[in-house]
């Protein structure tokens, strides 16, 4: 595709995803403007399907977040007053995968490496988001560092159905995100789905120790996505 239809489609995507999300309500006005710019540096910098992988992550962040959404609000446990997500949200979770496309960008000859990378912050945002809205609903939550019984939506809790359904989302965004940046459904699909739930598992450990001490749940996310690309890149380099 010509460079500048492809930046002329990336603009505009960007712009109608962003206002659309805004308007009904997944996003804060500053939070659509954040997404904004995420989505116009990934599109320029990765490319049409890299943002693609990124709206489908935000499709299935707000399907979750919807999830038996009035229980969620009763417990307090719920995002922002309606499950909307202002602009340190999508900084946390968006700028590893900006980072990211931005050496795609500046490094040419390493594109399926940090292909993989990408999909593999991705998948850390999707496990990490399905653990956090769907697994709170499970009352048998355990603190991830000493196993001892904690309240659902405690930083650090971890359950069974919030484990299970985590790396269910981080495998389905794997499949989906390889079909897409590598055309084919390769077995090697599984390096960023573990990664995804390793990073998951990490935000659990950082959220138990020293989340709300020295970091933000803001920051929590935004370095376990790094973490998910940089252990993802370095599984795919053994193959």
Not at 11 to 27: D, N, P, Q, R, Y
Not at 41 to 51: N, P, Q
Not at 171 to 184: E, K, N, Y
Request: zero cysteines; glycine letters at 10%; charged letters at 15%.
């Amino acid at each position: 595709m010509d460079p500048l239809i492809s930046i002329a489609i990336t603009v505009a995507l960007s712009l109608i995803l962003s206002l659309t999300a805004w308007k009904v309500g997944m996003l804060t006005a500053d939070g659509a403007v954040a997404a904004a710019i995420v989505l116009l540096a990934i599109g320029i910098m990765g490319g049409l399907d890299w943002l693609l992988m990124l709206v489908i992550f935000a499709i299935i962040g707000f399907a979750v977040t919807k999830v038996a959404f009035g229980k969620k609000k009763e417990k307090g446990v719920q995002e922002g007053k309606s499950g909307e997500r202002g602009w340190k949200n999508i900084a946390g979770v968006a700028l590893a995968p900006a980072i990211v496309s931005a050496i795609n960008f500046a490094i040419p000859g390493y594109h399926d490496l940090l292909a993989v990378a990408y999909l593999s912050t991705i998948a850390v945002a999707a496990s990490d988001t399905v653990a956090s809205e769907i697994g709170v609903r499970d009352p048998k939550a355990w603190l991830i560092t000493t196993f001892k019984r904690v309240t659902a939506g405690t930083n650090g809790g971890i359950s069974v159905t919030g484990s299970l359904i985590s790396f269910a989302a981080s495998v389905a965004v794997s499949v989906i995100g390889w079909a897409i940046l590598f055309r084919d459904l390769s077995w090697l699909f599984l390096i960023p789905a573990v990664a995804g739930m390793l990073g998951n598992l990490l935000d659990s450990l950082f959220g138990a120790t020293i989340e709300d001490r020295y970091i933000s749940k803001y920051t929590n996310n935004f370095m376990t996505g790094l973490f998910g690309g940089l252990i993802a890149a370095i599984m795919y380099l053994q193959f």
